[in-house]
């Protein structure tokens, strides 16, 4: 019903944004630097704004910026890591878990990025500390 409609619909446009901005080299999908560039800046402006309103403490701008670098970073760097064991394993990851391979690849996911982002909001808090720290001496 709707949900399959949904589902094929979605696939659909990740396939068209993939076949618009990309291309495929050794079946491997490759995103032009700008393209990550864009996603970059988008993530640092999107997640610096995100530690600044919602933590129970006020953090400077600053180290708002650097936590948000971080999470970027860490990001970018696992999402490749991701993909690149992905493509060697999916075929053993899929025998071993059969139907719910999907499932435990996206907790799996999620997971990193949750990590990614308190990894960030830590360096972030970190700095703060640092700097009042100094002051106070």
Known sequence: ???????VLSVKTVYSFVRDFSYVERDLIVLPIQSVAVFAAASVLGISYLYRISLPIRLSLRSAIAGAIIFTALLIASRSGYWIYLHYHLKEFESSFGAF???????????????CFLYGCLFGIHMDRIKLLRAKK
């Open 1 to 7: 019903g709707i949900l399959t409609e949904l589902s």
């Open 101 to 115: 391979s999907q499932i435990v690849l996206n907790l799996l996911w999620i997971y990193f990025v949750v990590n």
